[in-house]
């Protein structure tokens, strides 16, 4: 009897927790699961992203005090060199002269060099308007005088343009000890925007430097007169040691920065890297948020919706995936997956599935973007900014196949700096280098207004290739590189005129069968090699050399 009723009451019990039922039962069992355990994932990202924005936060800030480190290291080397260029100077009795010649500041952040004497007053300077300036107020000076060694300043307005900087001072009595002066320079903040461009774009961090007063010398972006910020800046200054990091709060506000801060070496100043920390961690508070409203509903949509939202919720998100990653096999790196309309459980594989392809793309255009700058890359002279010998060749060839499949003409000028190896022998292989430069720019100008193609073609010798031009036109080309580069006035005091110029040879050609690219360089070259003969700083057709053989053979 008692076996029959149990029978009985397990009819019932089936006839109740149908199919749908018990989709609606293990939905309910492996659901609510899965959004606790989502719940935990996102309080474990939450401390881990704490984690990393506070890491990320110390390594800027250790950046940037590194950054100023290796810039004062470059500062002294320039210094003593400047030093050593002064007493030289000073014993030949031509100090000033030798300063203002002699170095060229081309650093990006270091200021010009001037030379302080004895009594305070520069006395030579890079930047003239310096000389006669009164610095004998300032510390560094006359630390640099006693203690016999690289002195640096804490921050300080300059003298010459307002700007907040450090001035570094060497003296002239390390070199030695009977020229009395010290070199003096000064060292910007132009590094703090540079340590800002390399921050991450989307983290929004604020890069502050202040002095050891906690004054404000610097911020990028500008830093705000926030509460926050002031208690960033307070709690920074509070710390003894070099580097400190944490969330400041203000008094009777929930919203903080976090941040973290480094001494900048041998100063007091300090660099604070801080970020705003309901930017920061808002996105992830408010999934962390929806995910405990969700797991309030979603008891009560599965008790709803869990047979008639099956496809949609299981099987859908499934398809879609699969046919995302079936189109991603096949090589379509488009494919993506709609977010819109998932359940939460597949957004994370869906975000992770778009960022992995995402980054397959990336990789994919990376590529391409190498493969083409390397291109252009082998194609360049990177002294002169001309194309290199190279894409000369396979530019010749390109046009002189398109000459002689139209039946036009050819013309090529070969120049060549006169006297550059006695150019390099005075004034050193940098200022020859230099030199080829400016050639090279001169050049590249020319060349883009007669739509011709220039090179460099080896040493100092450059080349102007010109499509459809005879050889009255390649005269004209010839004389306005001559004359150009003579008009740049490069100073050369071993050249009979005082600067630089050059020999430029010049031929034309129609390319007919059978004829080879390089004639046309073999002709050009021969007229150069008669310029040189003439005197140089002269323009000579190939056509020239010929007429003037002639009358050489009948005055034989």
């Given amino acids: 009897m008692f076996s029959f009723s149990v029978q009985r009451c397990l009819a019932k019990l089936k006839t109740i927790f149908d199919v749908r039922a018990r989709l609606v039962l293990l939905a309910l069992i492996l659901v609510v ?43 002294q080397g320039i210094l003593q060199t400047a030093a050593s260029v002064y007493v030289y100077a000073y014993h030949a009795g031509r ?26 007053r520069i006395v030579c300077s890079t930047l003239p308007v310096l000389v006669g300036v009164d610095v004998s107020d300032r510390h560094y000076f006359h630390d640099a005088l006693a203690e016999r060694r690289l002195v640096l300043s804490n921050y300080l307005i300059g003298k010459s343009y307002g700007d907040p900087s450090i001035m570094a001072a060497f003296p002239t009595t390390v070199i030695d000890s009977r020229v009395e002066a010290v070199i003096v320079t000064s060292v910007t903040l132009n590094w703090l925007e540079e340590l800002v461009g390399q921050a991450p774009a989307a983290t929004g961090m604020t890069v502050t430097l202040i002095d050891g007063k906690g004054t404000v010398l610097a911020s990028k972006p500008a830093l705000d007169d926030s509460p926050a910020a002031r208690a960033v800046i307070d709690q920074a200054m509070a710390t003894a040691g070099d580097e400190n990091s944490g969330t400041a709060v203000p008094a009777g506000s929930s919203d903080g920065r976090m941040f973290a801060s480094a001494r900048v070496p041998d100063t007091n100043a300090r660099l604070i890297v801080s970020i705003d920390e309901r930017a920061t961690l808002g996105s992830i508070d408010r999934d962390i948020r929806a ?16 047979w008639f939202l099956s496809e949609r919720l299981i099987i859908r998100p499934i398809r879609l995936l699969t ?7 096949a090589g379509d790196l488009s494919a993506r997956t709609v977010r819109s309309g998932l359940p939460p459980e597949f957004i994370p594989l869906a975000q992770a599935f778009n960022a992995m392809a995402k980054r397959l793309a990336e990789r994919e255009r990376d590529l391409l973007s190498a493969n ?28 002189w196949m398109k000459a002689e499949r139209e039946n036009g003409q050819l013309g090529l000028a070969m120049v060549d700096i006169d006297h550059f190896k006695t150019y390099n022998d005075t004034y050193g292989h940098l200022d020859g280098d230099a030199c080829l430069t400016k050639v090279g720019a001169a050049l590249i100008r020319i060349a883009t207004e007669v739509k011709g193609f220039s090179a460099r073609y080896g040493g100092e010798e450059f080349s102007l290739m010109l499509p459809d031009a005879d050889s009255a036109r390649m005269a004209e080309v010839g004389e306005m590189i001559r004359a150009s580069i003579a008009a740049l006035e490069l100073p050369h005091d071993s ?16 390319p007919v069968a059978g004829q080879d690219p390089h004639d046309l360089i073999e002709a050009a070259d021969a007229a150069l ?4 003969r003439r005197g140089r700083n002269t323009v000579v057709a190939h056509g020239d050399i010929r007429a003037a053989d002639q009358v050489a053979a009948r005055a034989v």
Avoid: W
């Fill in 323 to 329: 046919n995302a990653a079936t189109r991603l096999g």
């Fill in 529 to 532: 090699y008669m310029a040189k």
């Fill in 33 to 75: 699961p899965l959004m606790l355990d989502r719940v935990h994932i996102l309080e474990s990202s939450r401390a881990s992203q704490v984690k990393a924005v506070s890491a990320e936060l110390a390594n800027v800030a250790d950046r940037g005090a590194e950054s100023q480190r290796e810039m004062i290291k470059t500062v």
């Fill in 95 to 120: 100090p000033c002269e030798m300063l203002n010649s002699g170095l060229k500041m081309n650093l990006h952040g270091i200021g010009n060099i001037s030379v302080v004497g004895s009594d305070g």
């Fill in 372 to 399: 083409r700058q390397l291109s252009v890359l082998a194609s360049i002279d990177t002294l002169s900014g001309l194309a290199n010998r190279r894409a000369f060749d396979s530019r010749l060839n390109v046009e």
């Fill in 291 to 306: 995910a405990y409203l969700q797991l309030g509903l979603v008891g009560l949509l599965v008790l709803v919706g869990a």
């Fill in 495 to 510: 050249a009979p005129l005082g600067h630089i110029t050059v020999s430029v040879g010049i031929a034309a050609v129609v």
